[in-house]
């Protein structure tokens, strides 16, 4: 079974530019979540999609965005891009289970530098 | 605001010897605590999972325990070996609207484990 697959894997975009990122879920999974990863604040939770639905969202500004279409697959945006956002963005996939604690796969992630 | 601590930041090990990471937390309401492993450039794998039922999970070498009323949790590694050098990383996810949980990352501890 294929893992998590996340494109692409290293990106350099300069300020005030756009990125999107995307990631395709596991077979059969239907719940993606985006995180952000930087050495200085550690992971950090974006958002969630679970058939094609915003769940849930962290305390990110409205810059990024994202969206699930009817195949699970995800796409993350970042629009007017700054420096600070240079890090590795990673995407997990899940069942999506409304009740327990499912397992959550995560991606190789993307490697964002800003410049 | 919901928090989670990990110690020690770091820890070198000889091959072969045990260890045991900590993880403290203040998430509410609590739905679930999860220990990944990640190794440089790449994404984290999960370990255990554990609700708040549960107080003990074992994956091969890994036990993980979980305190609910003191809000800890620990990681325990037997006979480490060169390949459990990576960080590890506790989670706390605590439950939302929807079914779906909102988690909040430790930053994790950098074990090394040398020959």
């Known amino acids: 079974k294929a893992g998590v697959t996340q494109t692409p894997r290293y990106l350099i975009k300069t300020r005030g530019q756009q990125v999107t990122l995307s990631c395709s879920p596991i077979s059969g999974h239907r719940s993606v979540s985006w995180y952000q990863q930087t050495p200085g604040q550690g992971l950090q939770f974006l958002f969630e999609y679970f058939s094609e639905t915003q769940r849930n969202k962290g305390n990110f500004p409205g810059r990024f965005s994202g969206r699930q279409f009817s195949n699970s697959r995800s796409e993350m945006n970042v629009s007017t891009l700054e420096l600070g956002d240079s890090a590795l963005y990673l995407c997990a996939s899940s069942w999506g289970s409304r009740q327990g604690a499912t397992e959550q796969y995560f991606g190789p992630g993307t490697r964002l530098t800003v410049t | 605001k919901n928090q989670v601590e990990q110690s020690p930041q770091s820890l070198i090990i000889l091959e072969g010897k045990n260890c045991t990471l900590q993880c403290n937390y203040t998430v509410s309401p609590f739905s679930n605590l999860r220990w990944y492993k990640q190794d440089t450039g790449r994404g984290p794998v999960s370990l255990t999972i554990?609700?708040?039922?549960?107080n003990t999970k074992s994956n091969g070498r890994y036990t993980a325990t979980l305190d609910a009323d003191t809000k800890q949790s620990s990681l325990h590694i037997t006979a480490s070996q060169l390949s459990d050098s990576a960080s590890y990383i506790c989670?706390?996810?605590?439950?939302?609207?929807?079914?779906?949980?909102?988690?909040?990352f430790g930053r994790g501890t950098s074990l090394i484990v040398h020959p």
């Open positions: 554990m609700t708040f039922s549960e």
């Open positions: 989670v706390v996810s605590a439950y939302a609207s929807g079914g779906s949980y909102i988690p909040t």
